[in-house]
C-alpha cells in the first residue's frame, strides 16, 4: 500500500495584472545558501481575458466610440507554497486552515515579492514593483497535494476578505488635499519623500545593505531640504536629532558596502529611517 501524499500549506492572490516572471514554477531557497533544503516554490499563472473584438482597419482610422467597451485585460495568479514545512496528515491540515489567516498571508506576501524583486534585477526592469495585500483581488489559503497546489488547485483552501478598517475624514481627505496642491503646482514633493519611500520598501522586504545605504542619501537630502522649507521653524527639534543620525547612519553604509549589517547598525538604519518619515509627516501636519 502507497503512503499517502504529503499535504502542503499555500497562499494564493490574483492582481489585476500579469506579474512578470513567465508562466511556470519557481525553486526558493534560504539566500546565500545554494545548497540548503528548498523552503518555497511560487507558481505564477496567467489568467486569460476574453479578447476584444477588433474593429476593421478602417473604422479605426475614421472613428471611435464616444464610450468604448473597456479593454480586456489578463490578470496574474501567484501560488506560494510551503514545501519546507509539510503537513502531518489530513487532520493536521484541517486544524492549520481553521486557524490560518491575515499573518500567514502577509509571510507568503513576502516570498513572492523577494521573487518578484529577483526578477527585477535580473531583467533590469526598474518598473518591476513588489505587490501588496491591499491590491490583490482574491486571496486564498489552503492546502493540498504537491501536484495540485503546484498547478494552482487544492485539496480545502479559503478566501480572505480584507477588511480595511474604519478612517477618519481627516486622514481620508488629507493626502486628497494635497495630491490637488502637487498636481497644481502649490506643493512640490521632495525628493527626501521618494527616497524615504525606496528606503522603506527596502527595509521591510529585508534587503538591509540597500536599506543602509538609500538611508544615508535621504538622511542627506532630508538634511539639506527641510531647513529651507517654511515649516523648518517647528521641525527644528526633529532636525537636530537627524543630524545626530548622521554619523551612525554613515557608518552602517559603509559596512553594507562590505557585508551584511550587525545588529547595530540595523537598528541605527530602522531608527533614522522612522525619525525622516516621522518629520515627513510632522511637515505635512503644518501644511495642511
Request: charged share 25%; hydrophobic share 45%.
Amino acid at each position: 500500500m502507497s503512503a499517502p501524499s504529503p499535504l502542503f500549506r499555500f497562499v494564493q492572490l490574483e492582481l489585476p495584472w500579469q506579474l512578470g516572471p513567465p508562466d511556470g514554477r519557481y525553486l526558493l531557497r534560504p539566500p546565500d545558501d545554494p545548497q540548503a533544503p528548498a523552503t518555497h516554490v511560487v507558481v505564477f499563472a496567467t489568467l486569460g481575458a476574453p479578447e476584444r473584438r477588433r474593429l476593421s482597419q478602417l473604422r479605426r482610422q475614421r472613428e471611435a466610440a464616444p464610450e468604448p467597451e473597456p479593454t480586456a485585460v489578463s490578470t496574474g495568479r501567484a501560488t506560494v507554497v510551503d514545501v519546507g514545512r509539510p503537513l502531518a496528515d489530513l487532520r493536521d491540515a484541517g486544524e492549520w486552515l481553521e486557524q490560518a489567516g491575515e499573518p500567514e498571508l502577509d509571510r507568503g506576501i513576502e516570498v513572492l515579492n523577494r521573487t518578484l524583486h529577483a526578477f527585477r534585477v535580473v531583467t533590469a526592469d526598474p518598473y518591476q514593483n513588489a505587490v501588496s495585500r491591499s491590491q490583490a483581488i482574491v486571496a486564498r489559503v489552503g492546502f493540498g497535494a504537491g501536484e495540485q497546489v503546484a498547478d494552482g488547485l487544492w485539496t480545502d483552501a479559503r478566501e480572505l476578505v480584507h477588511a480595511e478598517g474604519r478612517q477618519r475624514r481627516a486622514r481620508v481627505l488629507t493626502p486628497q488635499v494635497r495630491l490637488a496642491a502637487v498636481l497644481g503646482a502649490r506643493d512640490r514633493p521632495l525628493v527626501c519623500e521618494e527616497l524615504a519611500l525606496r528606503a522603506r520598501l527596502d527595509l521591510d522586504h529585508g534587503r538591509e545593505r540597500e536599506a543602509a545605504l538609500q538611508v544615508l542619501v535621504t538622511l542627506d537630502a532630508a538634511l539639506a531640504e527641510l531647513p529651507s522649507e517654511p515649516e523648518a521653524a517647528a521641525l527644528a527639534d526633529r532636525l537636530t536629532e537627524l543630524r545626530g543620525q548622521r554619523e551612525p547612519v554613515a557608518i552602517a553604509a559603509q559596512a553594507a558596502l562590505a557585508g551584511p549589517l550587525g545588529d547595530a547598525e540595523l537598528e541605527s538604519v530602522a531608527f533614522t529611517l522612522q525619525r525622516i518619515e516621522a518629520a515627513l509627516r510632522a511637515r505635512a501636519v503644518q501644511r495642511a
